[in-house]
């Protein structure tokens, strides 16, 4: 029997006092988002198929060696890009390495990993001009994106919750959907390289709770997507892990 491939969580959703982590109270495993990945690849059958494991960088957790992993996923996160922590630039360094080796491991970027795999290979990222992407929204699919294995089988609507957008993708990447205030919604950089500004790992309910204060006025601003953890299935088998 040919030995499991490992999946590695990048978790970067915010250091110690950027955010209440008992606004996650509620939540399987609380604010560790590398539970809530882990509890997502169950609920899709997946655990057994591979082996899973997730560093919390922001909390000062080493990034693995790249051979260390298959592929990895990098998580969202409350800080934007132009913070310039210490442990963000040890994951663009991270990333531009990995870019540049010879052997390209596939990576997967959602919302603050898709901006911070977007800057690394040229993109800008800027602030929305019309105010927070909030809510369960439809993405609309470039002809690249409806050939693409990444969406294949999804409903294209998805759970968002940013501040931030990739405002000028990298040259070389390819855009696979929009949303009328968010141009590169979903990028191809080819070589296995994928990422989305939205959370389709997230339920409905953990994005309205990531708003803390805000949650009780916006609840009715998400709904289920229970199709939408397929794209990281699709990730998988596109990229050879399972």
Sequence with gaps: MAAKKKLFFLAQMGAPGRYDPAVFAKQPGGDNEILWFENMLGDLGLLESIEYGGRRI?????????????????????????????????????LKGMREAETQLPVFG???????????????IEMMAEGPAIGTLPI?????????????????????????????????????????????????????????????????????????????????HYMPTPDAPRLFLNFLKANGIL
């Design 58 to 94: 922001c909390y000062g957790e080493a990034l693995p060696h790249p051979s260390d992993g298959d592929a990895y996923v990098i998580g969202g996160s409350f800080h934007s890009v132009h913070d310039d922590l210490p442990w963000q630039h040890d994951i663009r360094a991270w």
């Design 110 to 124: 959602i919302c603050g990993g898709h901006q911070l795999m977007s800057q690394v290979l040229g993109g800008s």
């Design 140 to 220: 609309n699919l470039t002809k690249a994106g409806r050939d693409s294995f990444l969406f294949d089988g999804v409903i294209p609507r998805f759970n968002f919750g940013n501040e931030e957008h990739v405002s000028t993708a990298p040259p070389d990447a390819t855009v696979l959907a929009s949303t009328a205030q968010i141009p590169n919604c979903a990028l191809d950089y080819q070589r296995g390289w994928v990422s989305v500004q939205f959370h389709p790992e997230a339920t409905d309910r953990c994005m309205t709770e990531s708003w803390g204060p805000k949650a009780a006025t916006i609840a009715d």
